[in-house]
């Protein structure tokens, strides 16, 4: 069965960094595209950054362009999200997704989440 397991999480000052983790297990991982989503308190659960397949490809909201790095690892099945110059704003937590097909059907898979907390 597919599994994702994120890590990485804590609580960061204002203007610190954090680098996320996400190591998946059944399924091919690197013929899917992965994806970086948070949830504050309070709010709907948002799309933070995808990664293609291959690694080639990145895409960010705009609030996480020039502070968050997404990036992959396919020989060891994991994804991770590098989190510099934190705010506030940033506190949240957050989750790895995927979206996988099998025999013409989709199906996406999220992981249990790991909190993010942005304080003084």
């Known amino acids: 069965q597919v599994q994702l397991v994120e890590s990485g999480g804590g609580l960061v000052q204002p203007g610190g960094s954090l680098r996320l983790s996400c190591t998946a297990s059944?399924?091919?991982?690197?013929?899917?595209?992965m994806m970086w989503y948070r949830q504050a308190p309070g709010k709907e659960r948002e799309l933070v950054a995808t990664i293609s397949s291959t690694g080639v490809t990145a895409n960010y909201i705009d609030s996480a362009k020039g502070r968050f790095t997404i990036s992959r690892d396919n020989a060891k099945n994991t994804v991770y999200l590098q989190m510099n110059s934190l705010k506030p704003e940033d506190t949240a937590v957050y989750y790895c997704?995927?979206?996988?097909?099998?025999?013409?059907?989709?199906?996406?898979?999220w992981g249990q989440g790991t909190q993010v907390t942005v304080s003084s």
């Open positions: 059944g399924f091919t991982f690197s013929s899917y595209a």
């Open positions: 997704s995927v979206v996988t097909v099998r025999f013409g059907y989709s199906h996406k898979y």
